[in-house]
């Protein structure tokens, strides 16, 4: 018994202090994504930039519609991104719920020093590009977590 009311005492007390940071949810016509509330949002002609204030990094956001690119070529274009001599068979992808192709790829700049996390989605001539780029010195910890918990809330609408 005094096990489980020290268990219990332990529990409640982490509860009571773990640190959840408010969100809120950026929508637009086509896709939402949820992120801290003390974030930053860009909006260049369609391409969507959320950061946190002291400028570390960013979520960036493209989407388009009327893109003619074959789904073998997808692959050559994501590391076309980034100059990228990496192999086509570093870049992951699979089917994804309403027809979606998703393909993700992690790529280190080693001159800018600077970590990529690309997801892009892709369905007929629709494209949505997400990335994450954070500078090497703040990816690890809390700045990783939060990046990767608004990148994978990324959904789209349609």
Same mark, same amino acid.
């Given at each position: ?66 893109? @003619?690119?074959?789904? !073998?070529?997808? *692959?050559? %274009?994501? $590391? ?7 192999? =086509?068979?570093? /870049? ?13 790829? @992690?790529?280190?700049? !080693?001159?800018? *020093?600077? %970590?990529? $996390? ?7 001539? =629709?494209?949505? /590009? ?29």
């Amino acid at each position: 018994m005094k096990k489980t009311l020290f268990l219990f005492a332990i529990l409640f007390s982490l509860s009571l202090f773990a640190q959840k940071s408010d969100t809120e949810v950026f929508e637009s016509e086509n896709y939402q994504i949820t992120m801290p509330n003390t974030w930053k949002i860009t909006n260049d002609e369609g391409i969507v930039n959320i950061f946190p204030s002291n400028q570390i990094g960013a979520i960036t956001i493209s989407e388009y519609h009327d893109l @003619e690119l074959p789904k !073998e070529e997808t *692959k050559k %274009f994501i $590391l076309a991104l980034y100059n990228s001599s990496d192999d =086509e068979k570093k /870049i992951k992808s699979n089917s994804s719920k309403r027809g979606f192709t998703e393909y993700f790829y @992690e790529y280190f700049d !080693e001159k800018e *020093k600077l %970590f990529w $996390l690309t997801k892009v989605f892709q369905k007929n001539k =629709e494209m949505y /590009i997400v990335s994450i780029n954070c500078q090497q010195k703040y990816w690890n910890g809390n700045y990783m977590k939060v990046f990767n918990e608004t990148f994978d809330s990324f959904k789209i609408k349609k």
